[in-house]
């Protein structure tokens, strides 16, 4: 009995003790710590998925040279082992049903990166762990960076010079000078390209254009043009060949590889942008190439359907439009929180107003691409094309997706946060402050612009931060009013007027998209999908924070009296 | 008999002592002698709405030019309402209604030639919590005369200057004039307040409560600059400290319920009121 009513006793300790728990607060904070503690470990998680898996393409790895026995035939191949995975008896037996040799409860199979795409593909394939015969490390095998079919893996064994063999003592610095040979010229072509031939272009296009005006204004004097256009034209012969003459210069060398069953596989030299042997290499060598090959990667174009190369246009695209639409949703979203704020009657339409406003915010953001190319490309664009681009015509110069298009769209995405928060830093303001400047003699607008508006800036700003967030990361919109998978030219170069909004561009949100799940070459491009991703998680953080200081600074000067 | 037993009870109930005026030189005539070009406003039947709310009625008075008036009464008697009539502060509000009228040296203020901006430079206005703006010192002194527009840099450094040591605040922030004017303290802010009222030079002042957010040692400094400031300028002061009236100002007018009870010399208004509530209020009994 004692023991007993002991027990009860206990049990309704116990369960005061947890009650008392519970009312104390404690699991609230455990809570509230541990929503905290997972969002953190999410995003954590998230970069740093996108960073292991982005951030090894770059890194030379060991190529191995492997014989391997399928089916009673032996190959010899040399390759990267991108991925190693232990797949289960069954669905290693669904897959190979006329397998006769006992199984073991998980295969080890390996996703081998063998390269040479054209002489021996394909140039990724499986292997399973039981199949391989002999893999060994060899230590003179080199890696081709290719300006086509990807990487190419061999052993060198011989140099062509305009097609004859050349005997060299150093065979592989030989081989390196001549690589430096043929970069120094692809460079000179590219800058003939990129400067004069472009530039020259334009002109000729403008005289075009020039011309199509005359004839629309019904003059046919076109003698001054014809003139500009021969000299234009003659440089540009002149230019070619200097084009034609360094293109057959770089056609000269050829390197001899023999691949891993023996055979031999010529590659020019023009071809190769960089060769390597990893085997040999040391750390420091390794390091030293992997951020050369992520600087390419951020400093150069795609190629190869954009499996191959770097993202610069993509990245350079992302930041003009995000700068763009900052510069476009900032001025109105603060005019239009102003009169909502300052001037407007506030009342049940005023509210209204307001509440439409919030509701913006929650408008898919592909209805505003719809909307972006109904009314900003062809009603605004046509429109721009009627009155000050007659000449052009058939072709749209403002009436096609365009920059300035993409960052209108986005501009009206984001207008309705700017709103918003503006109209919370209005608020904010004390009304002492504002009858200070009144009562020394200043109007409405002087105070607005003098006081005021300088005191909401910290958050006009982080209605900027949180448009910016948003338009950084939208692909949907964009795909309808200005995004491409590959645009021939940058929106800013030296032609006038430098700034050509209504130029196409490379965004790296829809370069994600189309890398990974448009590409003719899934295994290739895999890695620069999260290698992309990253990147643009890291340039909305560099964006964000950018912003986030300058709001910070102002907040310090402009922050309100306590006293 | 609970008045009795509250003035026995309660010694802060007891008449103040008057204390002496002590910058005014000459003694401030009654208001029967009043000559008409001292008078600085005249204030004739003014009433006041917020909607249908009456907060002043029938407000008639006049404010003797360089001097100090102060206007008492219970919190919500219209005071400052009153105050901020003088430089059409009440028109920011929405609903208010106001007839009768206020002249600012026989100019009426509520014409409809009359441009406001140009009003509230000549009647500046200090307001019970200091405000300066998120600028610095300089900037805010210099805030009013830039308002004007078209004054060279040596024109406004100086005015500054001149501003700042009438507001007795040169000797302190003469050499930090760049810095945030929000890093002062609160009493340097009102006189910095002051000093940006003061600097565009106006005809009249006012003061509504200038020191009701400061601590003692504040408060004082301000009394002594209202005794200064008041040779140059015509001033008024709401104020909810009698004491604070009864030193600073020459004239006193007591306000309740939106009327204007009595308006003598403070010297009267402290020692022979001729109202019962006068009385009874700066006795306090009430308020």
């Given at each position: 009995?004692?023991?007993s009513?002991?027990?009860?006793?206990?049990l309704?300790l116990?369960r005061?003790?947890?009650?008392?728990?519970?009312?104390?607060g404690?699991?609230w904070i455990?809570?509230?710590s541990?929503?905290?503690?997972?969002?953190?470990a999410?995003v954590?998680?998230l970069?740093?998925?996108?960073a292991?898996?982005?951030?090894a393409?770059?890194?030379?790895?060991e190529?191995?040279?492997?014989?391997?026995e399928?089916?009673?035939?032996?190959?010899?191949?040399?390759g990267?082992?991108?991925e190693?995975?232990s797949?289960?008896?069954?669905?290693?037996?669904?897959?190979?049903?006329?397998?006769?040799k006992r199984?073991?409860?998980?295969v080890?199979?390996w996703?081998?990166?063998?390269g040479?795409r054209?002489?021996?593909p394909?140039?990724?394939?499986?292997l399973?762990?039981?199949?391989?015969i002999?893999?060994?490390?060899?230590?003179?095998?080199?890696?081709i960076e290719r300006t086509e079919?990807?990487?190419?893996?061999?052993?060198?064994v011989?140099?062509?010079h305009?097609?004859?063999?050349?005997?060299a003592?150093d065979l592989w610095?030989?081989?390196q000078v001549?690589i430096?040979r043929?970069?120094?010229?692809?460079?000179e072509i590219?800058?003939?390209?990129?400067?004069?031939?472009?530039?020259i272009?334009y002109?000729?296009?403008?005289i075009?254009?020039e011309?199509r005006r005359?004839?629309l204004?019904d003059?046919?004097?076109?003698?001054d043009?014809e003139?500009?256009?021969?000299?234009?034209?003659a440089?540009?012969a002149v230019?070619?060949n200097?084009v034609?003459?360094?293109t057959?210069?770089?056609?000269r060398d050829?390197?001899?590889?023999s691949?891993?069953d023996?055979?031999?596989?010529?590659i020019?030299?023009?071809?190769?942008?960089?060769?390597w042997?990893?085997?040999?290499?040391?750390?420091?060598q390794?390091?030293?190439?992997y951020?050369?090959?992520?600087?390419?990667?951020?400093?150069?174009d795609?190629?190869?359907?954009n499996?191959?190369g770097?993202?610069?246009p993509a990245?350079?695209?992302?930041?003009?439009m995000?700068?763009?639409?900052?510069?476009?949703?900032?001025?109105f979203?603060?005019?239009?929180?102003?009169?909502?704020r300052?001037?407007?009657?506030?009342?049940?339409?005023?509210?209204?107003?307001?509440i439409?406003?919030?509701n913006?915010?929650?408008?898919?953001?592909i209805?505003?691409?719809?909307?972006?190319?109904?009314?900003?490309?062809y009603?605004i664009g046509g429109?721009?094309?009627?009155l000050?681009?007659?000449?052009?015509?058939?072709?749209?110069?403002?009436?096609?997706?365009?920059?300035?298009?993409?960052?209108?769209t986005l501009?009206?995405?984001?207008?309705?946060?700017?709103?918003v928060?503006t109209e919370?830093?209005?608020t904010?303001?004390?009304?002492?402050?504002?009858?200070?400047?009144?009562a020394?003699?200043a109007?409405?607008?002087?105070?607005?612009?003098?006081?005021?508006?300088p005191?909401a800036?910290?958050?006009?700003?982080?209605g900027?931060?949180?448009?910016?967030?948003?338009?950084?990361?939208?692909?949907?919109?964009?795909?309808l009013v200005?995004?491409v998978?590959?645009?021939?030219?940058?929106?800013i170069d030296?032609n006038?007027?430098?700034?050509?909004?209504?130029r196409k561009?490379?965004?790296l949100?829809?370069?994600?998209y189309d890398v990974?799940?448009?590409s003719?070459?899934?295994?290739a491009?895999?890695?620069?999908?999260?290698?992309?991703?990253?990147?643009l998680?890291l340039i909305?953080i560099?964006?964000?924070?950018?912003?986030?200081?300058?709001?910070n600074?102002?907040e310090?000067r402009?922050?309100?009296s306590i006293? | 008999?609970?008045?009795e037993?509250a003035d026995?009870?309660d010694?802060?109930?007891?008449i103040p002592e008057?204390?002496?005026?002590?910058?005014?030189?000459?003694?401030?005539?009654?208001?029967?002698?009043?000559?008409?070009?001292d008078?600085?406003l005249t204030?004739?039947d003014l009433?006041?709405?917020y909607?249908?709310n009456e907060?002043?009625?029938?407000?008639?008075?006049?404010?003797?030019r360089?001097r100090?008036?102060?206007l008492?009464?219970?919190?919500?008697c219209?005071?400052?309402?009153l105050?901020?009539?003088?430089?059409?502060?009440?028109d920011?509000?929405?609903?208010?209604?106001?007839?009768?009228e206020i002249e600012?040296n026989?100019?009426?203020?509520h014409?409809?030639?009359?441009?406001?901006?140009?009003?509230r430079r000549r009647?500046?206005m200090?307001f019970?919590r200091?405000n300066?703006?998120p600028?610095?010192?300089?900037?805010n002194v210099?805030?009013?005369?830039r308002?004007?527009g078209?004054?060279p840099k040596?024109?406004i450094?100086?005015?500054?200057?001149?501003?700042?040591?009438?507001?007795?605040?040169?000797?302190e922030?003469?050499d930090?004039?760049n810095?945030s004017?929000l890093?002062?303290?609160g009493g340097?802010?009102?006189r910095l307040v002051?000093?940006?009222?003061?600097?565009?030079q106006?005809?009249v002042?006012?003061?509504?409560?200038?020191?009701s957010a400061?601590?003692?040692?504040?408060?004082?400094?301000?009394?002594?600059?209202i005794h200064?400031?008041?040779q140059?300028?015509?001033?008024l002061?709401?104020t909810?400290?009698?004491?604070?009236?009864?030193r600073?100002?020459?004239?006193t007018g007591?306000?309740?319920l939106?009327?204007?009870?009595?308006?003598?010399?403070?010297?009267?208004i402290f020692?022979?009121?001729?109202?019962k509530r006068?009385?009874?209020?700066?006795?306090?009994r009430?308020g």
């Amino acid at each position: 009995m004692a023991t007993s009513d002991a027990v009860s006793q206990d049990l309704s300790l116990q369960r005061q003790s947890l009650a008392a728990w519970w009312r104390s607060g404690d699991p609230w904070i455990w809570l509230t710590s541990a929503a905290v503690a997972a969002s953190v470990a999410a995003v954590l998680g998230l970069i740093g998925l996108l960073a292991v898996n982005g951030l090894a393409h770059f890194w030379p790895s060991e190529v191995r040279a492997i014989e391997y026995e399928r089916f009673g035939t032996k190959t010899k191949i040399f390759g990267e082992v991108s991925e190693r995975e232990s797949i289960s008896r069954r669905q290693f037996m669904e897959a190979n049903p006329s397998f006769d040799k006992r199984v073991p409860a998980t295969v080890e199979r390996w996703l081998i990166k063998t390269g040479n795409r054209q002489a021996n593909p394909p140039d990724f394939r499986w292997l399973f762990e039981h199949d391989v015969i002999t893999s060994s490390v060899p230590a003179d095998v080199v890696v081709i960076e290719r300006t086509e079919w990807g990487d190419a893996f061999g052993l060198l064994v011989g140099i062509k010079h305009e097609g004859e063999s050349i005997e060299a003592e150093d065979l592989w610095g030989e081989f390196q000078v001549r690589i430096d040979r043929t970069a120094t010229i692809r460079n000179e072509i590219h800058e003939l390209q990129e400067g004069s031939i472009n530039g020259i272009n334009y002109e000729l296009e403008s005289i075009r254009l020039e011309k199509r005006r005359r004839q629309l204004d019904d003059n046919h004097e076109f003698s001054d043009l014809e003139a500009e256009e021969e000299a234009l034209r003659a440089d540009y012969a002149v230019i070619e060949n200097q084009v034609f003459e360094l293109t057959r210069q770089l056609e000269r060398d050829s390197a001899s590889f023999s691949l891993a069953d023996g055979r031999i596989n010529d590659i020019p030299i023009s071809a190769i942008i960089q060769a390597w042997m990893p085997n040999g290499m040391s750390v420091w060598q390794k390091l030293g190439l992997y951020f050369k090959n992520l600087w390419n990667f951020l400093s150069d174009d795609p190629r190869e359907a954009n499996t191959e190369g770097g993202i610069y246009p993509a990245l350079f695209g992302t930041v003009l439009m995000v700068l763009l639409m900052s510069a476009l949703v900032t001025p109105f979203g603060v005019v239009a929180a102003l009169y909502l704020r300052e001037y407007a009657k506030q009342g049940p339409f005023v509210q209204l107003i307001r509440i439409a406003v919030n509701n913006l915010a929650g408008v898919p953001s592909i209805v505003y691409g719809v909307f972006g190319l109904g009314f900003f490309v062809y009603a605004i664009g046509g429109s721009i094309d009627d009155l000050f681009f007659p000449e052009a015509k058939p072709a749209p110069t403002f009436g096609t997706p365009g920059l300035i298009w993409a960052s209108l769209t986005l501009a009206l995405l984001t207008v309705p946060v700017v709103i918003v928060s503006t109209e919370e830093g209005l608020t904010r303001i004390p009304r002492a402050v504002r009858e200070g400047s009144l009562a020394l003699g200043a109007t409405k607008a002087e105070t607005i612009f003098k006081v005021v508006l300088p005191m909401a800036s910290p958050s006009i700003l982080t209605g900027m931060i949180l448009a910016v967030a948003r338009a950084a990361g939208e692909v949907a919109p964009l795909m309808l009013v200005g995004v491409v998978k590959l645009a021939p030219t940058l929106p800013i170069d030296g032609n006038f007027p430098y700034l050509h909004l209504e130029r196409k561009f490379m965004h790296l949100g829809f370069h994600i998209y189309d890398v990974g799940f448009q590409s003719p070459n899934v295994d290739a491009a895999r890695p620069l999908v999260f290698a992309t991703a990253l990147l643009l998680v890291l340039i909305i953080i560099v964006l964000n924070l950018t912003a986030i200081t300058l709001r910070n600074r102002l907040e310090a000067r402009f922050r309100v009296s306590i006293n | 008999m609970s008045e009795e037993r509250a003035d026995g009870h309660d010694a802060s109930t007891e008449i103040p002592e008057i204390p002496t005026p002590a910058s005014s030189i000459e003694e401030a005539p009654s208001p029967n002698e009043w000559k008409d070009e001292d008078i600085c406003l005249t204030v004739s039947d003014l009433c006041l709405h917020y909607g249908d709310n009456e907060a002043l009625t029938d407000i008639s008075m006049r404010v003797v030019r360089r001097r100090v008036t102060a206007l008492i009464g219970p919190s919500g008697c219209g005071k400052s309402t009153l105050l901020r009539c003088f430089n059409r502060m009440n028109d920011l509000i929405d609903d208010v209604r106001i007839t009768g009228e206020i002249e600012l040296n026989g100019m009426e203020i509520h014409s409809t030639s009359v441009d406001i901006a140009q009003l509230r430079r000549r009647v500046g206005m200090v307001f019970q919590r200091p405000n300066p703006f998120p600028k610095s010192i300089y900037e805010n002194v210099a805030y009013g005369l830039r308002l004007q527009g078209g004054l060279p840099k040596s024109e406004i450094d100086d005015r500054v200057e001149w501003a700042l040591k009438n507001a007795a605040l040169w000797g302190e922030v003469s050499d930090r004039l760049n810095e945030s004017a929000l890093d002062m303290s609160g009493g340097q802010q009102q006189r910095l307040v002051i000093a940006r009222a003061i600097a565009v030079q106006p005809d009249v002042l006012l003061l509504d409560e200038p020191a009701s957010a400061l601590d003692p040692i504040s408060t004082l400094k301000i009394e002594e600059l209202i005794h200064q400031l008041k040779q140059d300028y015509t001033i008024l002061i709401v104020t909810h400290n009698m004491q604070q009236a009864a030193r600073v100002s020459d004239y006193t007018g007591f306000l309740y319920l939106g009327k204007l009870v009595e308006y003598d010399t403070t010297n009267i208004i402290f020692t022979n009121p001729s109202e019962k509530r006068t009385e009874d209020y700066i006795t306090g009994r009430y308020g």
